[in-house]
Each structure stands twice: as structure tokens, then as C-alpha cells.
């Protein structure tokens, strides 16, 4: 990932001339940014401050300053509901389900394409795999939905096999499961082709010479490849670690249904159920802000460690 | 690809074996489900409903297309996401280019401060009902605007942009054009965005299908049928029964409604990723080198 703020050349404060004279030379970038700054302004950074009202019972009367501060009462009550515990337990379970399966697909179809023999064969495979991700999650789940219910294809080929038809979409235990591989479905081939880029940059002098020395295949890419790909393998897993608490709405919101509510419901349903379903709009606030802070400390906590174990960040 | 070799090592020879069959069962995991819905699509509704159906249709027909097309909520819909993703696509792409190039010049006092601005954003974001709030506040809701002007920025592809900028074109050029008397504005104009083609480029193809297959913003501040997206069109035909009754209803007798129903839900699927899937075999490739781009260190 990019590095923010590195000043490769120009010491800072070469350039003779005071601090004003180097902000006149580039007075037309200020006047370019503005429009950008303001648009953060307005729609980031307001809402941020916006998010005071999970301190307050927000009523729309009296508006984000005015109306009457609870400190945290919110707080206090989403950690004492039965609730905290389910939703918690939910979003864990399923972000991190979703992690640990989907990290290795990626890296074994970048290496298994990389040596393959027949080029049309590698690019006709790269191609179909990576196109599920141009597919709409609303589409992906309605391909779902067909492919695993009760009649679909799945269940006729089960009863052809002689066993009994499954109600996937329903079952609350396979909530996660549906959810975890149509992401490595969906997302498989795309995850592919970061790890197929760093694979390409890796020196070909390496890979002459082990195989000079009489190295397999296997022991090159044990010793060649798994190596040069840790980097990217080890941002990927930063920027996962950092989204466990925010997994989103869409997709999980578009699986819902009646039956498997009780492992389905995560903190980002249940914030969106409480909050402009149930109009409780402090008390949903105070749970994405929960979500939020938690979020934050993760990732800066992950990118710190990966600095210090790895040398890699993201910042 | 790696280091070719003439004779091959038995150790070799299995891995060669065992690495198609690999291929083979990502290409069949991936294919086996669109192709089905493809031809599920264009099957008789009583071959389907009798499991016959699998990788070949049978009964060919198109009833269920002629259904869709009849389908006022789906033309609208597709409209509607056409005119969002023109528009969105346009202003994210001022708006990145805008935001990306002051924070490629090295010596431009607050850049360090401006960039960190933008990079909190990506990993603090404020609580949905804020969010709502404020664009509530703002008058957005309901309007095309609440769909193109929250997300005119993504921090992601600003900093592939910013990267970009300053990887690619050379500091002489960029000293050469001010000893000239080029001003920055002039610079970024003539100078850096013709050069920067295939970044926007990829800029614009990022952008276009976030703003096509996005479906929860679209769901939450649009209410009105009129302004509806074609991904939040498509999610009510699939998830309401009635709204396929009624299309159901007018091509068959009672008996076969239900079988019907089952055809149009896959006729749907295809119809709403026809435009992504026909663009895609032209735009693979540049989204490729976006990921290329987005993995350098800058």
C-alpha cells in the first residue's frame, strides 16, 4: 500500500525563503484542494461530529447540540443487553470464519496460474474467476438464493446422490458457512491478481537459478515464491483485521431472513435494525461508535505489530 | 511461466498434473452457477421446476425475457443507474484528481496534515444514523444527489492517484515546466493529466462499478419508486413474491405460475449483470493494472 507523506528529495525546508514565501509559490494548490477539503468537511467529518449524539438523547427538536447529555447511558446499556453478547459473538464468528478461510484461495490460484503450461488455458481461468467480481452483492445472493434452495441444483444433485434436501438459505448453523464461501466465490479471483502482480516481481534470476541447482517446482515455490508473497499476504491480513468489527451491511442485510436472525444478526444489522427501523437513533449511534473506536484501535494495534514483526504497514 | 525446462522431472510432471486439475476445479466452482442460471433462464418452466435443467437448456424460449422487458420498475431502474453512475463517475473523478494532485507536490506546506485528513477518514468512519442525519440535514434525501455526492471521494484511489502522480511523471519535467512560468494549475492541466490517462482510466472503471452494483445507500435514502436503482429494483422482484406473481401471470395458466416464478428469478439475475458482464472481457485488463498501481509503494 501507498506510504502517506514520505518527502523523497527536497528536505523540507531547503528551499530558501520563509514559510510564507513557500506557501505563495503554490497558493493555486490551496485554492485546488478546496473543493475536496470542503466535501471531507461536509460529508466525513461532519458526521463524526454528529456522532455526539450517542451521548445524548438526540430528539429532533433540539438537534445535535442541544439536546440533553446522558454521557454514557447508551454505552452502558447496549454492554449490559442480552443483545451485546449475541451481536459481539455473531460479528466475530463470521468476520473471523471469513478470514481464515478466505486467505489461502487467493494466494494457491496466484501460484497454481503462475505455472501453468498453456497460456489461453491460465488466462481462460484467470478471466472466469475474476469475473463474480463485477457481479452486484444483490445479484451474487439472488444466485445464492436459486443455486441452494430447496429446489435448486444443489438439493437435486443431494437427492440424486440419495440424501436428503437441505434448506441452506434457513438453517441458522449455515448462515456463516453460505456467507463465507460465496465471499470466497465472489472474491477468489480479484484477491488473485495482487498476489499474481507481487508473484511478477519476484527476480526470474532466482527461479534460473534453483532450477540450475535441480529445485522442484514444490521447493521453489516454498522457498521462492511463499517468501515474496508474505508481504502482501501480511497488508491483506492488516486491512481484514482491521474490518472485523465493521463488517458491512449490504451483504449480510441481503442474506437475512426470519429463520436464521439468531447468527445473522451482526453489530452493523443491528445498529441499522435499531436505528432507522426502530428510530432509537442515540442509542444505535452509541453502538456504531462502539464499532467504530474498536475498529480503530485494531488496526492501528495489527499495523504496529506487522511494523515491528514485518517491516510492512500501511501507514 | 517460470524458468522453462526442457525434460521434466517426474516430481514435476505431478505438479503440472496437479495444478490443472486445480484450474479445472476453480474454472468448474466459478462457471457451474452462471452457466446454470443462464440456462435456466431460457428453459421451459416445467423442465425446470422437474430438476432436468443443468448445463444445456431444454424447451428453449425467451418468454420470461419478454416478460422483463414489459417491466416498467426494470427500465426505470436501469435508467436510473445509467444517469447515477454518468454523473457519480464524472464527479468522482474531478473530485479525486482535484484532492490527489496538490498532495503529489512535494514541497506543498500542509500536505503531510491534508493527506493525514483524508487517510483518518478511511479508517474512522462515523455511525450510520450520523451519516443519515447529516444528509438529511443536508436536503439529499430522496434525490439523485444523497446517491453521487457522499462517496465523491474514496481515499483508496486517491492515494493510487496520488501515487501515481508522483511516481510516473518525472521532478525535471515538473522543475523544467516552472522555470518556464508554468503555474500549478496549468501543470496539472497540461502536463500531468495527459499523462495520467490509464490512471483514470482505472479510475473511472473503480468508480463505475461501485456506483452500479451499489445497492445499500441507494436503499436506505431513496424512496420513491421514480429514483429507485436497478440493484434495489432487482432485490424487490427477487424478494417480493408478488411482484413476480403479476409478471408470472400474464404468460401462463394458474398451474404453472409457481414454475414461472422460478424461470424469472434466474431471467432477472441475468438481465441485471448483463451490462457489467458484457463490459467486463474490455475492462479486465485495466483493472488489473489498477491493482498493480494500488500494490506499489509510493
Redesign the interface.
Known sequence: ??????????P?AK?AGS?KK??M??W??????L???I??I???????I??Q??FRNYNFRDG?WGSAWVGLNHFVTFFKSPQFSRVLINTLGLSIYNIVVGIFPPI??AL??????S?I??K??Q??????Y??????VI??L???FSL?G?VN?IIEALGGERVHFMGKPKLFKTMYVFSDV?KM???NA??Y???LAAVD?QL??A??VDGA???Q?IRHIDIPSIMP?AVILLIMAC?KVM?L???KV??MQNDLNVQTSDII?TY??RI??QGMQ?SY??A???F???V??IL??TVNAISKKLNETSL? | ???K?KTI?R??RI??IC??I??LL??V???A??I??LV?SVSSPSAL?R?Q??FWPIGFNLDAYKQIFQSRLLLIGYKNSIVYTVVGTIINIV?TV??A???S????????A??????F?M????????????IEQ?GLVDTIWAMV??G??SVYNL??A??FFQNTIP?EMLEAARLDGA???CI?TRLVLPLSKSILAVLVLYYA?AH?????DAY?YLSSEEKFTL?VV??NI?STAAALQEMADATVDQSNRAAMI?VL??A??VF??LP??AL??AV?KH??KG??I?????
Open positions: 500500500m501507498a506510504k502517506i507523506g514520505n518527502h523523497s528529495g527536497a523540507a528551499a514559510l513557500r506557501i509559490r503554490h493555486q494548490l490551496y485554492l485546488i484542494i473543493l475536496p477539503v466535501y471531507l461536509v460529508f466525513k467529518y461532519k458526521p463524526i454528529g456522532s449524539i450517542a445535535i494457491i490460484l497454481a496460474l503462475s505455472y501453468v503450461r497460456r488455458w491460465g481462460t481461468v478471466m472466469v474467476t475474476y469475473m463474480p463485477f457481479i452486484s452483492t444483490v445479484l439472488g444466485i438464493n436459486q443455486m429446489s441444483p437435486n466465490w477468489t479471483g480479484y491478481v495482487i499474481i502482480s507481487a526470474q527461479h534460473e534453483a532450477t522442484s517446482i514444490w521453489r502482501t482491521g465493521s458491512g451491511y449490504e442485510l441481503l452493523s445498529v441499522y436505528g432507522l437513533y444505535s449511534t453502538i456504531g461508535l464499532q467504530s473506536v475498529s480503530l488496526l492501528v501507514w | 511461466m517460470n524458468g525446462k522431472s516430481e514435476n505438479f503440472y495444478n490443472n486445480l484450474l476453480a474454472f466452482i466459478v462457471a452457477p452462471l446454470n442460471v435456466s421446476i430438476g435443467v443443468t473530485m482535484l484532492a494532485y496538490p498532495l507536490v512535494k514541497d506543498f506546506v500542509g500536505r503531510k491534508l493527506t493525514g485528513l483524508f487517510v477518514t479508517i474512522f468512519t462515523a455511525p450510520l444514523i450520523p451519516t443519515y442525519i447529516n443536508l455526492l457522499p465523491a471521494i492515494i493510487i496520488r501515487t521532478d503555474d500549478d494549475i496539472m462499478v452500479w452494483n451499489t445497492y445499500f436506505i440493484q432487482l432485490r427477487m422460478e428469478k434466474y432477472v439475475i441485471g449483470s457489467v458482464i467486463y472481457p479486465q483493472f488489473v491493482v498493480m494500488g500494490s506499489l509503494k509510493g
